[in-house]
Structures are given as C-alpha cells and as structure tokens.
C-alpha cells in the first residue's frame, strides 16, 4: 500500500458514520487505488452523505489546498454547492449518472470567492451486492477555456455592433493631384490624428507616417498599383498610434475616375480588426485552445503549415461544403472555387505565401447545395522568435447575402439612373441627359490625340404636331410622339445619341459623322417616319412627317451649343421651304442645300 493510501486508510471514517477502510468493499478499494495513481482530478462520495476521498488533484481544484477535506461531507467541505452535489448523490445513489457542462464553481480562498468553470461527471459505483455505494466525481477545469470563447464572443459582438450600426467604421478620400486626405472621426481615432484637420483635410504623408514601418512599403506599392491598373485596392496592415499603440486594420478603396479615363481621386473606407487578428495570433499559441476556440467561431477556421498545405478545417468546413476535412486536399479547394475565380486566388495565395504579407481576398465558392456563394478570406503567418513563417491562420467568412444586397443596390442606383436619363414617353434622352452624354462624347473626341474628326447634329421637329393634338387629342399626339421617337432611333447609329429636347422638337448627335454622311442619316430619318404609320385605337390610321436641320463642325471647344445654334437655324429653313424636308446650314447663308 502507498504511502498515500496508507495515510487515507489512517483518518478517522467511523466518525464519518462509514467502517474502517479495511472493511471497506472491494469496488470501493480498488477506485481508491486507481486514484492514487491518476493525474486528473478524482473524488468519491461515499454514502448518501457524500463522505469525500479525494485525490490530491482534486482537493486542489475543490478547496486549493492538500489534505484538508476528506473524510468530510462533500456537503461541509463546499456548502455553495449544496445543491449541486446533493442532486448528483441521490441520482447516483438511485444508480443514476449524472453530468454538468462548463458549470461556474466557486471556491474560497483565503475568504474569498474565485470563480472557475468546471466539467462535472458523476457515475455510481456499485458494491458486490448490487448496491450503489458512492458517486465518483471527476472533475476537469475548463477555466480557461470558457474565458476564452467568452472574450471571443464579446470581441465578435463589439465588431458586429460597430458594422451594423454604421455599415462602415470610417471613410476617406484621396485627391491625387494635390495628395490631400479627408477622413470621418473613426479614421482620425484610428490613425492617432485630429479629428478636425482629418475631416479639413490634410496631407497623405501624415497618414503614411502612421502605418506601421514594417508595412509602409507594401501599402504604398498596393496603391500604386490601384492607380496603375485602375482595379480596386485593399490592404491589410498595421498602424502606430502616437503612444506606440499597435492597430490592425482593412483598408479598401476604388479609384475615382474622369470622364477621360484618368484616376484623379480615391474613395474608400478603414475598418478595424485589432481584436480579430490578437484573437488569431493567440489561437495559433496553443493547438489545444486553437482547435477548441474555433469551433466557437461562425467562420470556416483554417490553417496551413508554412509551405502552406491545409492541415486544419474547424466544424464549418463541413457544414458548409459538406466534405470531410479528412478527405479533402489542395485539389479539392481548386474544384471548390468558383473557376472563373481561381487564378486570381491562385496568383493571391502565392504571393502571400512569398512576400509574408497579409492574405485577404473575397470570392465565390461552391456551398454543399451546390451555389456559389461568396467568402471573405483571411490569413496572417505566424512567425518564431526569428520571424521565419512557421504556420498559416486564417477565416472565411460568408458574407453572401452582403454581396447580394450591395449588388442590388447598385442595379436600383443603374435603374435610377436610367429612369433619370430616358423618357419616359419616347425612350430616347431626355433633354439634361442628352447634354450630359453629348458633352461627355464631344470631350472624349477632343482629348484624342490630332483628331480632327466631324461632328454633326440633327435638330428635328414633328410637323403640324398642334393640329394633331387638337384634332385626335392628346393621347394620339403621345401616340405620335413614341411612333416618331422609335422610328428615329430605328434609323441612326449605335454610337448616335438620340434626345427629346421638349414637345415635338428632337435632336440628334451623330459623333464622327461629316455632313454627306449626316444628311443620308437625316433622310433616313425623315423616310422612316413618313413611311410608318400610326393605328389608331377607334380604326384608321395616321402617319407624321418631320423637318430636319443639319449642322456640322470640327470644332471642339463649345461645340454642341454651337451646333444647337446652326442647327436650329436650319430647321427653321426646312419648315419655311414647306416642312417634311431635310436643310444643311451653311456658313451665313440662311439656308444652303435642300435636301427631299
């Protein structure tokens, strides 16, 4: 018998109300024994008073001290828990076992209370008769591990809070011509800067000096490379407050382009990820806490060795692709994402692998019902004490259903935009729209380089169109309006730009056009109308013809309104040689060429 054993037979458990140790049943001896050789925590409570042999272990975790509570009523010993184990002991007593999950345990040390987390098991032990004797405990501290998914879904609140009360932690934009910054109050905070020069703007050099020297460099190139290639820009990095305080944050931004093409400014916005990216730091410390935390989290946790072969997938992997990770591999990612995807998460991924940098990328990949929904992901490396990469953490994200609202939101913005732009009776320009696209068509052609390309306008009115009005009514003259409309857009080009400039007058914008070429559409125009003819709901029908000035420059410099000019003025020819007819305006002559 061990010295242990020995010294536990030795206590007083007549005073207990049991029989000397040696009289004790064999199943009893015998857990006893095994106790005295177990590491973990182990308690029996013997009898209905649940008189406590503990290991040491285990009166440790229950009182922090050593030899001071068995042959005692676990009742005494931790009076809290009354309760608790009152329950337990008459369930095992009835030859019930029992089991509690994370349950908070408070134990008095030096008068006060500390609180600890526990997994309780309870299981009878049943004596030669068939009688349950005791309940043995075993007990295992999960402190630990409970202050952790604790800390994680706070962390996890507090960020979702954040986005969903703003959709964006904070904004900025870039003018870079003048390299100015202008940024929202969550920046400043972020960047360590003053709230009022950020929202004045202020230079880009003193955001610069706040991103951590180690990605300075990195975040520089990114966004030369944004401007160069025109595509979007995101970087994950580090920012250095003034009392040394280290940020991690997402910085995204597009650039802002002129109708030219040229990137002139950029918009974007910062969000914050200090607790997400401490939070992955510490689960890659420890393996035990890392694959136990993850499975707390909503997102697919993954990590890689440092060559960067997948050697972990938390519990969402497979509810989300519905693939055991035992039976996955790198081939299985690369038929997972979405193929028009996969060179750019290629190309991404290797890079990161390469430079060390930051892995950050959205794309589609194939969810187990089949669709194709969208991922954010995340890496960072974890680096020894000589900062060589020793492993790879990451997180992906569904954020779908995000994309799906932001993609419906910019096709209502097309649609409004549309419904802006078109007429809503004839389908063609309106009158604001058509000066804005023609200005837009006019300056593309002057900034090419040595063009001295034609530019020619159509001004077109429906002859008569009062008389159509007062005679069928105003719902036959919209009739007229929509049929005219249709059969102009009917005969110009794809490039032309076709808008009502009010009532019955239209105009045409033909880019490239010289006058021969402009007079064939304006004849073309004018035959399509004429020829078409318009059923009216009553029976019958009617047909509308249109009078047509043509005007013609090379000029760039206020050319429309110059064109609208001489246009007009041909117009006004055409109606005075009696209407259904095609005039070309010519210098200062009234009007030139009459063409039927």
Known sequence: MSDWLRSQANLDWRSAGLPDFDQWDRALVSIATMMMYAQAPMALMLGSAGVLLANESAQHLFTRSAGSCNAQSVLDVMPQHVALFSSALNRAMQGESSSLREHPFHVQVEGELHRQWLHLDFTPVVGADGRPLAALCIPCDVTGLVQRVHHLADSEQRLRYALEGSGLV????????????????????????????????????????????????RVATAILQSVQTRKAYRCLYRVAGPAGQIRWVVSSGNPGREEDGEVTQFLGVVVEVTEQMETASALAASRFHFETLTEALPQIVWSCNETGQHDYFSRRWSEFTGINPQDADEHTWKALVFPEHWNRVWTTWQNALHTGGAYDIDYRFRHFSGEYRWLRVMALPIRDEDGKIVRWFGTSTDIHEAYKATEERERLAQELERIAAEDQLTGVLTRRAFFAQSDKVIQAAQAAPGSRSHLSLLMLDIDHFKAVNDTYGHAVGDMVLAASAGQIQAAVRIPDLVGRLGGEEFAVLLPGCS????????????????????????????????????????????????????????????????????????????HAVVRR
Not at 174 to 190: F, G, H, P, Y
Request: hydrophobic share 40%; aromatic share 4%; with cysteine.
């Open 170 to 217: 904070g904004t900025w934009t870039v003018d870079l011509a003048t390299q100015i910054s202008k940024a929202d109050a969550n920046v400043a905070r972020m960047y360590g800067l003053p709230e009022d020069d950020c929202q004045k703007g202020i230079a880009v050099s003193r955001f610069h000096a706040s991103i951590h020297p180690e990605d300075r460099e």
């Open 515 to 590: 006058r021969n070429e402009a007079i064939k559409v304006a004849e073309r125009i004018r035959s399509f109308v004429q020829a078409h003819r318009i059923e009216l709901d009553g029976g019958g029908s009617i047909s509308a013809t249109v009078s047509i000035g043509v005007a013609t420059t090379v000029r760039k410099t206020g050319a429309i309104h110059h064109l609208l000019t001489c246009a007009d003025k041909a117009l006004y020819a055409a109606k005075a040689e009696g209407r259904n007819r095609v005039c070309i305006f010519e210098g200062d002559r009234k």
